[in-house]
């Protein structure tokens, strides 16, 4: 083991990388290199925009903090994100490697080179400039999990205009907000989209939000489901129609870009007030995202890669569209949902392309555990190398399952935490880092994050505290879209004198120096005084054999402050009983201890989730106090 290594406990449950994964890793002596980029994180970022960056003009001046906290990267720089992601590519060896692979729900196939994605772009961004997109235009997005949705960000972004991708699940008004707030006279959309069987009508609830927002002139639609859609004269255009004329040329010069100019808003899934549109800009968040990509999942040129994410959120962003691009990296997009309509559809897509690296959420791994390690024998997982978490702490029982019957003991598990606001990784291992089951380990190289109390003093080991991050990093949201004040209100304002980004998370440090990330601040409960994570007590709770998923809420108690009180999805074929609430109370108090006792447990057929995966306790506490549940724009249908 390298010398950085030395250090980790040997005492605890940790999982050490091979001797051969460690050979093979892009970074094998990351932990050196970590220590030193976090000592000067402004010369490894540089070094990292020189090396996996093409620039028109040079950056003059790496960062310049003399607008605090509205920071600048790489400035003087030029360059243009579509550039990195495909027309580098056209002129080298690439020109032919599979850039993407795409399966429908129904079975249908696609792929696309770099070349035929480069050509479609270029083609798209065409059309987007005959209806009248400028740079600085803003243009939304609300699409299925198509191949047209990346084509429609890339091309936005060639012509140095500004996307907004909205998740296509999303209700009319929470589209049209979103509309309204980017101000977009174009958007793009599809008929429907396929989910679990059945099509979602993403025109007929793109016509509504359009109606709510007349700022739209132009709506252009790919027709995936071939559903009968109403088409409005003048404003309504069919993709397949306008790419079949001849204004849509395969060829588009792609636009000069400053390295601080926006290149996407995308909006918080939040929980009530106005989303916010978070602004990131064309230069650092590629640098960023580029660097983390190619350390964390370690990308070889052989490699098929999935990011089982959708394009609408940030990890869609990030590690769907652009880093793999940038990286030159084969990817494979799916339509559909997981578990549909078997519960191996997942592997069975895995053994089919040759998957080598998979990408989830703890809940899609929750999900899968549910119906059982049976369903994974049936399929040869062994091209797997690598796994990756994302979205949410993952609990350490399904970290496990997820080690032992996906990855068949062999395959490293990249537990990453981020943000939308941070654009990537932000605290995550590599492959060469020793791994701690729930534990996101690290901050990535060049990050400075702290756990710290209420006054700004470092937490001591175990301790919980406030997540922060005390230096600049390239691919940080540069402000809330149209409301700078928002943006330093909510991230800068906690620990203003000491100009750090506060997270709004909490978190704990190990005696190794490892974080375990507790969740939002509003999701942990003060019991008698001590503070309690809901993800903790949830975990022990689903380490109980009968509990498949569980979430855990604060219910203001007169003695205690708060006692908890805890909901509970059984496993199939288990029946709710009192006897079992004062077993799982037992079971709690053995895995936690006794102040973390429910005082209630209530047994649910579903939780609340919003649509990107995480549950809205939010809601449970206000179903259990009789209050109004206000904000559902994000609530999962």
């Known amino acids: 083991m390298p010398n950085a290594m030395e250090a980790i406990s040997a005492s605890k449950e940790i999982y050490y990388p091979s001797a051969e994964v460690i050979a093979n890793s892009n970074v094998p002596d990351y932990l050196e290199v970590r220590k030193k980029a976090i000592e000067d994180p402004v010369s490894f970022w540089a070094a990292r925009a020189e090396e996996l960056i093409d620039w028109y003009e040079p950056f003059q001046t790496v960062l310049d903090k003399s607008n605090a906290p509205f920071f600048k990267w790489f400035v003087g720089g030029k360059t243009n994100i579509a550039h990195n992601a495909l027309d580098r590519h056209v002129q080298s060896w690439r020109k032919n490697k599979l850039a993407l692979l795409w399966e429908g729900e129904d079975g249908t196939q696609r792929t696309f080179s770099y070349f035929k994605l480069w050509k479609e772009v270029n083609r798209f961004a065409n059309i987007l400039k005959s209806m009248g997109v400028k740079r600085g235009d803003t243009v939304t997005i609300y699409m299925g999990r198509v191949p047209e949705l990346p084509i429609a960000m890339l091309a936005t972004a060639k012509i140095g205009a500004v996307h907004s991708v909205v998740y296509g699940g999303f209700s009319e008004q929470a589209l049209a907000d979103r509309i309204t707030d980017a101000r977009s006279k174009v958007v793009v959309t599809c008929d429907g989209a396929w989910l679990r069987g059945k099509t ?25 489901t071939g559903q009968d859609v109403s088409m409005q004269p003048g404003r309504d255009f069919w993709w397949h129609e306008l790419m079949a004329l001849p204004i849509a040329d395969p060829y588009c010069e792609t636009e000069v870009m400053d390295a601080e ?113 049976e369903w ?28 032992k019957h996906i990855g068949h003991d062999r395959c490293p598990i990249m537990d990453t935490w981020w943000q939308t606001e941070t654009g990537g990784f932000m605290i995550t291992p590599t492959p060469v880092v020793p791994l701690k089951p729930g534990s996101g380990t690290l901050p990535f190289a060049g ?10 003093t470092s937490a001591d080991p175990n301790e919980d505290g406030y997540l922060v991050v005390k230096h600049p990093w390239p691919g940080m949201a540069r402000t809330v879209w149209g409301d700078p004040d928002r943006y330093r209100a909510t991230y800068w304002s906690d620990f203003a004198s000491q100009g750090w980004y506060f997270t709004g998370d909490s978190a704990r440090r190990d005696e190794d120096g490892y974080f375990w990330i507790i969740g939002r601040m509003d999701d942990v409960i003060k019991v008698s005084g001590y503070r309690l994570g809901t993800a903790e007590i ?24 708060n006692v908890i009180h805890a909901f509970c999805i059984l496993n199939a074929g288990v029946d709710g009983s009192d006897a079992l609430a004062r077993e799982l109370k037992d079971h709690v108090r053995n895995e936690v201890g006794p102040i973390a006792i429910p005082a209630a447990i209530e047994f649910v057929p579903t939780l609340p989730k919003t649509r990107s995966g995480k549950i809205m306790r939010r809601l449970l506490k206000a179903q259990v106090l009789g209050q109004p549940v206000g904000d559902t724009s994000t609530l999962e249908g």
């Not at 940038?326 to 339509?335: A, N, P």
């Not at 990050?447 to 700004?456: L, M, P, Y």
């Not at 949830?538 to 402050?561: C, N, Q, R, W, Y």
């Open 200 to 224: 979602v009508n993403l025109k007929d609830i793109t016509d509504e939000a359009v109606n709510r927002s007349p700022i739209v002139q132009k709506v252009i639609v790919y027709k995936r």
């Open 261 to 373: 100019d926006p290149l996407f808003i995308l909006y918080t899934s939040g929980t009530t007030g106005k989303p916010k549109g978070l602004m990131h800009s064309c230069g650092g968040y590629q640098v960023h995202i580029a660097t983390t990509l190619k350390y964390v999942f370690d990308l070889k040129e052989d490699d098929r890669y999935w990011c089982a994410a959708d394009p609408g959120w940030i990890t869609g962003h990030s590690y769907i569209v652009y880093a793999p691009l940038i990286l030159g990296t084969t990817s494979f997009m799916y339509e559909g949902a997981p578990g549909y309509p078997l519960p191996d559809r997942w592997w069975q897509l895995i053994e089919k392309y040759n998957i080598t690296i998979l990408y989830t959420a703890p809940t899609a791994i929750r999900s899968f555990m549910r119906f059982g390690e």
């Open 376 to 403: 994974t024998l049936r399929h040869d997982l062994s091209n797997l190398r690598l796994l990756g978490s994302v979205g949410e702490p993952i609990n350490p029982e399904a970290w496990r399952w997820y080690y």
């Open 447 to 456: 990050i400075q994050a702290d756990v710290v109390r209420e006054d700004g």
């Open 538 to 561: 949830e975990s022990a709770l689903v380490a109980h054999p009968t509990v498949a998923e569980a979430a855990v809420i604060g219910v203001p108690d007169e003695l205690k402050g």
